[in-house]
Each structure stands twice: as structure tokens, then as C-alpha cells.
């Protein structure tokens, strides 16, 4: 699979519930929200935008992609919402790895880089680090409806937090899976 | 990596904190144990026995293992406990991959086959069936005093749960470790 095809497989909206195992005190936290993965064109301007914030071409850009996040922190019933842009910037001479380029905006704006890699199991790996926070975090498709992702953070080299999501589609660009038949459609 | 390499490195004692995520009704159910990992011999009585039951010849076993497990479910305050023994016959020819034969003693006694394979990425991939019931489990460490594990029940053919596991060594076969300093130790 390539990172393409692994962006155009999560286009959409899925029902999203994440759990985080908190490795020091062992308490997990639990969220839910409703998300949306929409494909962005490469000359886009928001792809264009953070293409030119690292100083890179705009056309080395292989893939963009923007996930909108609404939902709620179980424990403390906050609502937490937000979104984040995504650039692919492939190596060269290679269509499975390279740069990825990230500007998240919740509670503020903050803009990332890291790696991509799609491995021979076409789950999708990327790395990211930021100051003193370290993360890696796999995805990948139990079936076109079905995703599945687990991540790991470091905070100042030691793991601070795994986290582990599974994602339902509802609904979007494939005509299979209606919201309504979420659970029973994520087998098809 | 070989399977005898996986079960060497997972001899010991961890604590083992479990989510799953039930897919129709989106509830979470979580579970934590003291979970112990012994390496069997593969004359041990239990191999033997195992490989009998099911017609096998014991010298074709490559690995022997028990698991003990004595944790509480939060939602229910629900003790359990049990154990399970699981061995691997591999592939005539392959050192990767082949048959398993498990034993479950926890309310009841079950015994299940299923498949083993380690991919490329030293993760171990355990596939079970047992009547309308199919499970898929991947197996990896982070470090090794930190395992993580993420399974995928289907239920009639139907995906039904998403279940994830960090594990944190608690000490054991890996002398660094002290059940005091278990989430440092997790990030060496």
C-alpha cells in the first residue's frame, strides 16, 4: 500500500474511541469523538502554507490530509475538539517513507515534523517529536471500515503513555457503511 | 527475531493492564493482572500432554510456555484468574511460523488450536479459532521490560471487540527490573 492509498482508505467519518494507559500512575483514560479525514489536494492552500513554513517545495508534496476531531474525555466529561493538517513528503527514490509535516490547532497551534513509513503489513508508522515529547504511533486496517492505531510517547526519554484507538467508520467515501450499521459493517 | 527468542524475552513478571473496546455497544471494560511467564521445556509433562491430545508428536515442538494470570476487572470488581499453556509446532521448513496448541484453565478448561507467526518486525502475530469465535492477537515489545499486545475478536464473523495491553515488567528473568521502579525501567 501506498501512503496515497492509505490517506484515500480513511476518508471520511469514523466513530473513534482511544484509551490511554498511563505507564507511571496505571490509570487509563477513555474519549470518544466523532472524526473526520478529508483528502486535501497538494496545492491546496493549507498544504502549501506548511510546506512553506519548513522552507519546502510545495511540489515535493506527495499527500495532504486534514483530521477534525469532536468528542469528550470520559473522566472529566470535557469536551475536547481541534484539527490537524498533514503533509507527506516522500524520500527520494522512495514511495513508502519519508518527511511528514504536521501543524495541529486545538487549544493552540502547534506545528510538528516527523516520519512516515508504510511497512511490508501496510499498517502506517509515524514518528514525531516535539521539545522533550518523543511518539510513535502505528495505524492500521483490521478491514476498509475497521482502523486501528496504538501509540506510544516518551516524555524526556522514558515511555510516559500508550494509547490505543479503535475507529468505526460512519459513514463518507465508502458508500458500504452507514452510521447507523457502524458495528456490524466494520466486519465487511 | 524466533519464537523461542519472543517467549525467552517474555519470561518474568508483569503487570498487565488491559482495555477492550466492545465495537457494538462503544463501552470500555478495563482489567488489571500480575501476569507470570514461564518457559517450559519441551519434555515438560504439560507439553507432552498437550501435544498428545492432539495427535502430535511432542518432538516436533519448538517452545513451551505457561501463563498465570491474578487480576481483578475494574467495572465488576471482578476477581480472575487463571493460567494457560501455550505451545509451537513449527512449519516443516519455516522457523517463523506454524501450529499452536493452547490450554485454558480459568472458570472452565479449554483446549484451542490456531496459527503463530513472527513478521518481519519481530512482532508475533497468534491466530485462534474455536467454534463461532476467531481472534487475532499481535504481540510486540516497545523495550524489553515494556510489551504491548492488541487483539481483534470476531464473533460469528463479525469483528465484536478491540482489545489492547501494555505490560510492564515487574521483574523476573531480566535482572534490571525491580517491581519498585517498573515504569522507569520500562523506557530502558
Given amino acids: 500500500m501506498t501512503i496515497e492509498e492509505f490517506f484515500q482508505l480513511s476518508a471520511g467519518k469514523w466513530f473513534s474511541h482511544r484509551?490511554?494507559?498511563d505507564?507511571?500512575?496505571?490509570q487509563s483514560k477513555?474519549?470518544?469523538s466523532d472524526v473526520i479525514i478529508e483528502i486535501l489536494a497538494v496545492d491546496h492552500p493549507d498544504v502549501v502554507k506548511l510546506?512553506?513554513?519548513?522552507k519546502i517545495d510545495p511540489?515535493?508534496?506527495s499527500c495532504g490530509v486534514r483530521v477534525t476531531w469532536n468528542g469528550t474525555i470520559e473522566s472529566v466529561k470535557e469536551k475536547h475538539s481541534g484539527s490537524t493538517v498533514l503533509v507527506t513528503i516522500p524520500d527520494e527514490g522512495y514511495s513508502d517513507r519519508g518527511k511528514l509535516l504536521q501543524e495541529i490547532v486545538s487549544a493552540e497551534k502547534t506545528s510538528i515534523t516527523g516520519r512516515y513509513q508504510i511497512g511490508s503489513d501496510d499498517a502506517l508508522i509515524l514518528t514525531t517529536e516535539s521539545g522533550s515529547m518523543w511518539s510513535e504511533e502505528r495505524l492500521w486496517f483490521a478491514s476498509p471500515n475497521l482502523r486501528m492505531r496504538s501509540s506510544l510517547m516518551k516524555h524526556s526519554g522514558d515511555f510516559s503513555m500508550a494509547s490505543y484507538t479503535s475507529?468505526?467508520?460512519m459513514g463518507g467515501s465508502q458508500p458500504a457503511a452507514k452510521a447507523s450499521d457502524a458495528a456490524q459493517s466494520a466486519s465487511s
Fill in 19 to 21: 484509551t490511554g494507559h
Fill in 167 to 169: 475507529e468505526i467508520r
Fill in 51 to 54: 510546506c512553506q513554513n519548513y
Fill in 23 to 26: 505507564l507511571a500512575s496505571k
Fill in 30 to 32: 477513555n474519549g470518544k
Fill in 59 to 61: 511540489s515535493h508534496a
